[in-house]
Structures are given as structure tokens and as C-alpha cells.
């Protein structure tokens, strides 16, 4: 469960956009209104982020095992075992969209990959009692980075996750959103997606 890229690799930052069915419009659009993107695991080389500064859109990202120098990354990790510290590190509603892209925790913890994730490590000799252990920890940190999502994104903004999250809906109930929320899964065109059931998916989080 280490290695990050066994599931899902990186793409290149175009096909990350199509997965994340973000289009040319949207980004005319967050170029001209000069609306704020965060990345959430954008990886050692935030290539998505660089793509998007290219295209002269204002964007940052978050990953601890980030490479880039730059105030726009951050290399903060988001985790509930010590949310006051392990969390993102910007205020309440500063973004206007928010991606994630391959994040090796959200569908771990929020979607059928959970299952595959059990599987690898009982292969690697991983004692059942610790499989649960390890897939809960993660799943209680996907659930703070979702928390931490809403939190800094703006009224009338979106999260979008690539894979999707399709378990959030039994794994995270009404009581853990403090507004307003539309949560919907889309499916992503195949020619993009592996053979896994849970890359089928990319779920959007609507904050209302």
C-alpha cells in the first residue's frame, strides 16, 4: 500500500483534466475570473498544478512528498490522528474548485478500492486484525480530507475526486457536513480508466 502508483499512476496533466471532467471552457473560465484551484495529492512533481500556472491559472497543491519549492505547494500531510497540525494550512473558503487526481487515501477509505486495498496487503502476509486496523486508519483520513475540502472551499464551489468516491454516502452521513452538499458520481468515458470497477467513477461534491 506504499507505493502510490501500484493502482492508479499519475497521468499526464491533460488526461488528468479529462478524468476529472474538467474542459477547456472551465479553464478559460478560472483563468478569467481568476478563480483559485487546490490540488489535494498532487504529487512529488505537481504536474497538474504546473499546468495549470502555465495556463495562467492561480492554483496551488498539497502533498508531503512534494519536490517543488514554492509557496503555492504545500508539503503538508491531512491526517485525523492530528487534525490541529496534519491539515491544509490556508483559510475558510479560499478556493473555488477543488481536484484530487490518483490520491492514494480518498478511495482507499471512501469506495470499493478499500476491498482491493485488504486483498494486496492479506497477499503480502499482513495479519487479518492488522488489515482492518490499517484500512480504518485510512479511511478515518480520507474523511478529514474530504472535511478539510469543504472547509476551505468557497459557497457554490466543487471538489472533484478521480477515482471516485462512491462509498461516501454510507461511510460519511448528514451529520458530518456543517453545509449544504450535493454529492454525484459520473462515469468516466473507459477509453481513460483501467480495469478496476472502482476507476469506472469520479464523484463531484457541490458545496451549496
Same mark, same amino acid.
Given at each position: 500500500?506504499?507505493?502510490?502508483?501500484?493502482?492508479?499512476?499519475?497521468?499526464?496533466p491533460?488526461?488528468?483534466?479529462? $478524468?476529472?471532467?474538467?474542459?477547456?471552457?472551465?479553464?478559460s =473560465?478560472?483563468? #478569467?475570473?481568476?478563480? %483559485?484551484? *487546490? !490540488?489535494i495529492?498532487?504529487?512529488?512533481e505537481?504536474?497538474?498544478?504546473?499546468?495549470?500556472?502555465?495556463?495562467?491559472?492561480?492554483a496551488?497543491?498539497?502533498?508531503?512528498?512534494a519536490k517543488?519549492?514554492?509557496?503555492?505547494?504545500?508539503?503538508?500531510?491531512?491526517?485525523?490522528?492530528?487534525?490541529e497540525?496534519?491539515?491544509?494550512?490556508?483559510?475558510?473558503?479560499?478556493?473555488?474548485?477543488?481536484?484530487?487526481?490518483?490520491?492514494?487515501?480518498?478511495?482507499?477509505?471512501?469506495?470499493?478500492?478499500?476491498? $482491493?486495498?485488504?486483498?494486496?496487503?492479506?497477499?503480502?502476509? =499482513?495479519?487479518? #486484525?492488522?488489515?482492518? %486496523?490499517? *484500512? !480504518?486508519?485510512?479511511?478515518?483520513?480520507?474523511?478529514?480530507?474530504?472535511l478539510?475540502?469543504?472547509?476551505?472551499?468557497?459557497?457554490?464551489?466543487?471538489?472533484v475526486?478521480?477515482?471516485?468516491?462512491?462509498?461516501?454516502?454510507?461511510?460519511?452521513?448528514?451529520?458530518?457536513?456543517?453545509?449544504?452538499?450535493?454529492?454525484v458520481?459520473?462515469?468516466?468515458?473507459s477509453?481513460?480508466?483501467?480495469?478496476?470497477?472502482?476507476?469506472?467513477?469520479?464523484?463531484?461534491?457541490?458545496?451549496?
Amino acid at each position: 500500500m506504499e507505493n502510490r502508483s501500484l493502482l492508479y499512476p499519475q497521468h499526464e496533466p491533460e488526461i488528468q483534466l479529462k $478524468l476529472l471532467g474538467i474542459s477547456k471552457k472551465d479553464l478559460s =473560465e478560472l483563468r #478569467k475570473r481568476k478563480l %483559485r484551484v *487546490l !490540488d489535494i495529492g498532487c504529487g512529488e512533481e505537481a504536474r497538474l498544478v504546473q499546468y495549470l500556472w502555465e495556463n495562467g491559472i492561480e492554483a496551488e497543491g498539497i502533498d508531503p512528498f512534494a519536490k517543488i519549492n514554492s509557496p503555492n505547494i504545500m508539503k503538508s500531510k491531512i491526517s485525523q490522528e492530528n487534525p490541529e497540525v496534519e491539515s491544509i494550512p490556508r483559510q475558510d473558503k479560499r478556493y473555488h474548485l477543488i481536484l484530487s487526481h490518483a490520491n492514494f487515501v480518498l478511495p482507499m477509505g471512501l469506495s470499493t478500492c478499500r476491498n $482491493l486495498g485488504a486483498k494486496m496487503l492479506a497477499k503480502k502476509g =499482513e495479519h487479518p #486484525k492488522n488489515i482492518g %486496523r490499517r *484500512l !480504518d486508519a485510512v479511511s478515518l483520513d480520507a474523511q478529514w480530507t474530504v472535511l478539510e475540502a469543504m472547509r476551505t472551499l468557497k459557497n457554490q464551489g466543487r471538489f472533484v475526486c478521480y477515482p471516485g468516491l462512491t462509498q461516501i454516502g454510507e461511510i460519511m452521513g448528514d451529520d458530518f457536513w456543517e453545509t449544504p452538499i450535493k454529492i454525484v458520481h459520473e462515469e468516466v468515458p473507459s477509453r481513460y480508466h483501467q480495469e478496476h470497477e472502482f476507476m469506472k467513477n469520479r464523484t463531484i461534491i457541490y458545496k451549496l
